[in-house]
């Protein structure tokens, strides 16, 4: 179980001078927080997570791991810590089948093969992807691919969970089944979607994002239900809530 700190300080950041993507962000993460990311296309919500795992180079402010400082020399340290699922399935897997790329990162770290093995089998097992163990990468569906990118992030046994619009690519079967997989572990995740329904029933805490800013941070009860204020930053209340009405 994960009993980690993420803490950032003031961060900002931009691609291009004059264009600032990320502006004094500061938000505070422990214990098993389960964390949505919302906002409307290009606020920033998928920079703020590269940034996280040292994908986006001298931004300002501070970011801490637990007790390590990200920067350019403690970056193998903090990606054996976080655990980050990208948007495109493509960009994460590279070997040829599924066992070898569920497979790499434990045998990165050293580990017999034993436990290898032991890992990949779970990681299969968390993701319901077991039976796709022999297969090749490129004959798998969208779906199927996202499902076992998750699975290569498990067996790292990270302490934190980073994920960029899960959902996208999941058909109604694989999405439910990723809400329980998330909901089941007790990692510290954080979810960037601007699938509300989504983030509605797999985070507890929601930080809301407009222009590179967080503009609330709370519960996810209160922020989903706000049509007001999602409307106000270009998103709509999650469907499920339309529907109780
Ligand atoms: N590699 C890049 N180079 C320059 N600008 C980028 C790059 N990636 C994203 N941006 C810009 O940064 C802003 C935030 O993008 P992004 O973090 O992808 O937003 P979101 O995930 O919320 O849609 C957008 O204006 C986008 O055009
Ligand atoms: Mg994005």
Known sequence: MSHINIDVENVSFSYEKEHPVLRDITFHAGGQDAI???????????????????LVPDFSGSVRVGDVLLEKKTLPLIREKIG????DSDSQLFMTNVYEDVAFAPRNYGLPEEEVAARVEQALSQTHTGHLRNRQIYRLSGGEKKLVSIATILSMTPDILLMDEPSVALDPKNRRNLIHILNECGYLKIIASHDLDFIWDTCSRVLLMAEG????????????RDGALLEQYGLELPLSLYRRK
């Open 36 to 54: 949505g990311i919302i906002g409307a296309n290009g606020v920033g919500k998928s920079t703020l997570l590269k940034l996280l795992v040292g």
């Open 84 to 87: 980050y699922v990208f948007q």
């Open 213 to 224: 800013r967080i503009i609330r941070d709370g519960k996810t009860e209160e922020i989903l």
